[in-house]
């Protein structure tokens, strides 16, 4: 994957080298950097270097520089000497904890590469993100966080919630005691397989010939405590795992549709690494494949496998061990998967408004892990690449428009997130950026939307409907690769900050505008007590009809796109049968409307206005298409 990463990169480097041209290639994990001159100099690199560790861990390529502002910014290639080794060699000498102690860090620094590139060589220097229980590692009195492509300095307030999770992480549950397990629980083999995986790619520990000789890495690696195992111990490589942990080595999954229940549901328990890929292969085995034409025909599976994997890891590295239950996998082909763990989130990622006028149930994305020793033995096997990837991928996804909004309920012991199937700009989300499009270009001053300013608006409008079912959703933050969108959409007030936001987390929910599911005031005042008699139906057809007359470039609107708007605020399926039924009524309800004087035919079409001189006067000028 990091080879890849660099091949792309020095691909695309010469391209724009060629072309003397610049172009953004740094990311929040990849910095290109020349190779210092002096050793004042190393300070920037290795507080770099201090900010990968920090945040999601990365590449520094040595011997490019970047020079120039403006029209004149360019990369050069400057190459790399031999006299900047030692440097590297003893870098991970350079940090410290908050105290001032030296952090003993040296595996999060794999061997670094040299690479020929156009007549000279560059320095591959790679960084691994320091596990949870560690951060934050600081250069010279200070920590730094990698933030898109810039270092910027972890503020006091970041530092003491790391603090507050140290303490936390003091107390894993992972490590608990596995009572009536030492030593002879462990299987030799699988302790030797998680050796082999821990030497790649630099030895750091011998292979052992028997479990006695193996006690102090068991020890180290608080596998044991005290001569007993622990649930980490036990889970990487216990013997009988299921006889000793119960349900918490175990993944239940069936598939919820009544005709498939009896033929596939499942129960896997076994160690960590094998439950993982047993629970994934039951996720691929049953959801539903389609046929991709853009990519010639080729099976596209209705969820990324990736996403899969990562959800499948994360449910299995973030459970709360101390409870006896197992991780259930439930799939409702056609609508979502939903992963119920055990365990719930921390207080302080969950914000929560369910008293105001906009409720509000977001949960603040965060890379750090309930148990950290066992993601450090995942990420040895590649199996949790920590970060936050789980929650990052998600929501990147669904701004890719390739899954729904995803979104977490909560139990009394178990937190369920559901990963749900279609689109983030579905028909439903499409139809309402069409009734208000008037509104949108003029908040524009006359520009569209651009398809990202789309999706960021559709996700944060589709956030708030589930928040209001008290379902809850991940948080976008300024600080992450839609930074851009939030600004233009935020200056341009069609999304706004929550009143809970502070300085340091901006809450966004969409223009309020956009928000309103009636006009029951504003139709009240133009047709006085006549509208009062009218039924719910009536009313809820009056309102999409004021929302296009006043809010959209049409200016009036259909029977059946009045339908599939009402259909939609209901929470209608889709049963083609059930919804013609709903057309039938609405369609009634129209000629009803219509008879006595509430709507009329707009000028040349077959689409409904308000029959109301006072709203009437406010339609758009000319006749709607």
Not at 239 to 247: E, N, Q, Y
Not at 281 to 297: D, F, K, M, T, W
Not at 388 to 415: H, K, N, R, S
Request: one cysteine or more.
């Amino acid at each position: 994957m990091k080879l890849a990463v660099i091949e792309n990169s020095l691909k695309k480097l010469a391209q724009l080298l060629d072309a003397d041209r610049f172009e953004e290639l740094e990311t929040d994990t990849l910095e290109f950097k020349p190779l210092p001159a002096t050793g004042a100099d190393w300070h920037t690199f290795y507080q770099s270097a201090c900010a990968l560790l920090n945040t999601r861990g990365g590449i520094i390529i040595v011997g490019v520089k970047e020079q120039g502002t403006g029209a004149a910014r360019k990369y050069r290639l400057t190459g790399w000497r031999q006299d900047g080794e030692p440097k590297i060699v003893q870098m991970s000498k350079e940090f410290k904890d908050e105290t001032g102690l030296q952090l003993q860090i040296a595996d999060r620094f794999p061997p670094p590469q040299l690479i020929n590139f156009r007549g000279e060589r560059v320095c591959a220097v790679f960084v691994d993100e320091l596990s949870a229980d560690v951060k934050f590692a600081f250069y010279k009195g200070e920590a730094y966080k990698r933030v898109l492509t810039g270092d910027q300095r972890i503020s006091e307030a970041e530092l003491a919630r790391q603090r507050e999770f140290r303490e936390s992480a003091a107390q894993a549950r992972e490590l608990g005691l596995v009572e009536g397990v030492g030593l002879e629980g462990f299987d030799l083999d699988k302790l030797n397989e998680y050796i082999t995986a821990l030497n790649r790619p630099t030895k750091v520990e011998t292979v052992k010939a028997d479990l006695p000789s193996a006690l102090p890495f068991l020890a180290r690696k608080a596998f044991i405590k005290d001569g007993t195992a622990t649930t980490l111990g036990v889970l990487v490589c216990g013997k009988h795992p299921v006889d000793t942990l119960g349900f918490r080595c175990q993944v239940h999954g069936y598939v919820d549709a009544p005709q498939e229940v009896a033929r596939d549901k499942q129960d896997f328990a076994d160690n960590v690494l094998p439950l993982m890929e047993s629970s994934l292969a039951y996720l691929l085995r049953n959801i539903q494949v389609g046929v991709s034409i853009e990519r010639g025909g080729m099976s596209r599976p209705q969820y990324p496998e990736a996403l899969l994997r990562e959800t499948v890891n994360n449910a299995l590295a973030h459970r709360d061990y101390s409870v006896n239950r197992q991780v259930i996998l439930a799939v409702k082909p056609g609508a979502h998967i939903a992963i119920q763990n055990p365990g719930s989130f921390r207080r302080q990622l969950v914000v929560e408004e369910v008293d105001g006028p906009t409720p509000l149930r977001r949960i603040l994305p965060e890379a750090q892990a309930r148990n950290p020793k066992l993601a450090d033995v995942l990420r040895v096997f590649r199996k949790w690449e920590g970060r936050g990837i789980g929650m990052a991928t998600m929501v990147d996804l669904c701004l890719q428009d390739e899954i729904d909004v995803p979104y977490y309920q909560f139990g009394t012991q178990e937190v369920t997130l559901h990963l749900c199937t279609g689109h983030l700009l579905d028909e439903r989300m499409l139809r309402l950026l069409k009734a208000y499009d008037r509104h949108v270009a003029e908040k524009l001053s006359g520009q569209e939307l651009s398809r990202q300013q789309q999706l960021v608006l559709a996700y944060l409008i589709k956030s708030e409907w589930a928040n209001e079912l008290v379902r809850y959703t991940i948080m976008l933050t300024p600080d992450n690769n839609h930074f851009n969108e939030l600004l233009a959409l935020e200056r341009a007030g069609l999304i706004q900050k929550h009143e809970r936001s502070t300085p340091a987390l901006p809450i966004y929910i969409a223009d309020r505008e956009l928000m309103r599911k009636n006009y029951l005031p504003e139709l009240r005042r133009m047709f006085g007590l006549g509208f009062d008699g009218l039924d719910q139906r009536s009313k809820n057809v009056l309102s999409v009809v004021y929302r296009f007359n006043y809010f959209s470039r049409d200016g009036a609107v259909s029977a059946k796109a009045a339908s599939f708007d009402l259909w939609s605020q209901q929470g209608g399926g889709e049963d083609i049968r059930a919804f013609d039924a709903f057309y039938r009524q609405v369609r009634y309800t129209f000629n009803q409307l219509e008879r006595s004087e509430f709507v009329k035919k707009a000028v040349r079409s077959r689409r409904y206005v308000l029959d109301d001189r006072a709203g009437s006067s406010m339609l758009p000028a000319g006749d709607p298409v």
